[in-house]
């Protein structure tokens, strides 16, 4: 492993006891409480995956010198968003999926009902997370990170991204170029972007030097999704470790489907070395995030 | 209408107003945007009702002194989460109710896809309101009150009530009197509580006020689930607004079960009068919140 990987790891790693630290108990005294099915599908919707989003409040937060225990906290509560989405994304009523990071879906190991009670409640731990004072000593961080991530994640953000994505699939015209930019910066780019904002919350950032990170975070957001559905074109199911070419199956305007299988190779070269130049008042510190950049783009090689 | 009537109805319509400016626009010039449909829905199922529980919060603040507007901030934040709550609760997966508040339920009147999302964006809208300075200045406050409506909505409040109910359903023994309570302490009581939390919150209360407001709202809830149960057994649809004698038909626990109809009646009344002297240490101006226990006692004879 490289240098990157080890990092990135060893960040996920330390996400996954964060959250099952803060995640309620199933147990009291070795007594289940009445509730502990809904605290199951929560953990279990909450594990796995390679927690990027909270790497990247992590190592932005590390570049400003906050204490990785406040950091990962803020990762936590950006897992618990991202996890509530996948979650009520994989819903029959949604996209119908049977497999999630290489695992049934919370549906599919659990119910329905469990798992939209599951997601919501997920969405609820994420800002209790944050309006914790273990998260800042400083009540006015704390509402600043709780403002930040309720609007990326909300109507103008995640969530409203996710309703053009299925208004999309219903039209017989494909979204153009234009409004499938706008619908991925929504639907996936505002939690990954406000991943680097909250990391410069944490750490007091000049404007100058949040500015840049949200610069490059709005541009590895869109190669990320770019890869993504690069990975959805040519991947297998075993790779990817969740159903493929079902965007493209579904209707869905993938950028593979505007630009061409090599127009989106070059559009997501341009853009992480643009996302990197973003970096350049951040000096050397910001060498893990450069290392992101280039860690997505390869995986899709 | 007495004095009281004209309040409570005062106070719905500001709040109706008070969610109408801080929901997302549908238009902009002129112009609906993309996502319009979500933010339609979320409109939709944020409409009606008596807004019980931002009343509590807004009369709670006005014993304090604090302005208006900001008590109907906090207000609106809470019937976001009610709300949130009640479109997800009426899925097909959950209680598959098609009627709300005399109208098509969310997923209804749109789809299920949409009704998931609007729910998912209401909870989030609730938290964006409250870390808003335009609540209250002090970002302690601020993030008191995300915090307080966080755990009451959370795992151990709402959503683990209504995982409970569900899980209750399926099981072919009863829920004994006190795990029926624990349930509907969770399921309602615990966003009714948090409405005079919020509002003590919002006004500095001493925490002999702030324990005597929950002590107030514990049993003022409990009365209030009772007289719903009440409702459902002897009400007529037409009277309610929503389907009826559905809690018993499928085989939840009600407290109409558990007392019989007279003893729900009686316990009703007991409770009512409990809430009520819980109020003491606020004197005279408490007599709106004592009037609101009489009003919920009186609505089901």
């Known amino acids: 492993m490289t240098d990157f990987e080890t990092r990135l790891s060893a960040t996920a790693d ?7 630290s803060l995640l309620p108990r199933i147990e009291t005294d070795g007594v289940r409480c009445a509730e502990a099915r809904l605290l199951e599908a929560m953990r279990y919707g909450a594990e796995g995956g390679k927690r990027l989003r909270a790497f990247m409040a992590v190592e932005t937060a590390r570049m400003f010198g906050i204490e990785r225990y406040n950091a990962l906290r803020v990762g936590a509560a950006i897992e618990c968003i991202h996890a509530y989405s996948l979650v009520h994304d994989d819903l029959p009523c949604m996209d119908d999926d049977d497999l999630r990071r290489g695992r049934p879906t919370t549906h599919r190991k659990f119910d329905e009902a469990t798992a939209v009670l599951a997601g919501d409640a997920l969405q609820t731990m994420a ?49 153009s170029l234009a409004e499938t930019s706008r619908l991925q910066r929504m639907k996936t780019g ?65 950028f593979v489907d505007l630009l061409g299988l090599d127009g989106a190779k070059e559009r997501a070269a341009m853009l992480t070395e643009q996302a990197k130049a973003h970096l350049s008042p951040l000096g050397e510190r910001a060498d893990t995030l450069r290392a992101l950049a280039d860690h997505a783009l390869y995986r899709q090689k």
């Open 14 to 20: 330390d996400i996954a006891d964060t959250l099952s």
């Open 127 to 175: 800002f209790t997370i944050l309006a914790d004072p273990a998260t800042h000593e400083n009540p006015f961080i704390r509402c600043e990170l709780v403002a930040a991530l309720a609007r990326a994640s909300g109507p103008r953000g995640m969530v409203g991204g996710q309703m053009i994505d299925i208004e999309a699939e219903k039209t017989s015209e494909p979204l």
């Open 190 to 254: 505002a939690l990954i972007e406000v991943s680097c904002t909250m990391g410069a919350i944490l750490g007091h950032a000049s404007s100058t030097n949040r500015r840049a990170l949200e610069y490059y975070a709005r541009d590895f957001g869109l190669c990320f999704q770019i890869c993504d559905d690069l990975l959805d074109a040519t991947g297998t199911e075993e790779m990817v470790g969740k159903a493929v070419a079902k965007d493209a199956d579904a209707g869905k305007a993938t």
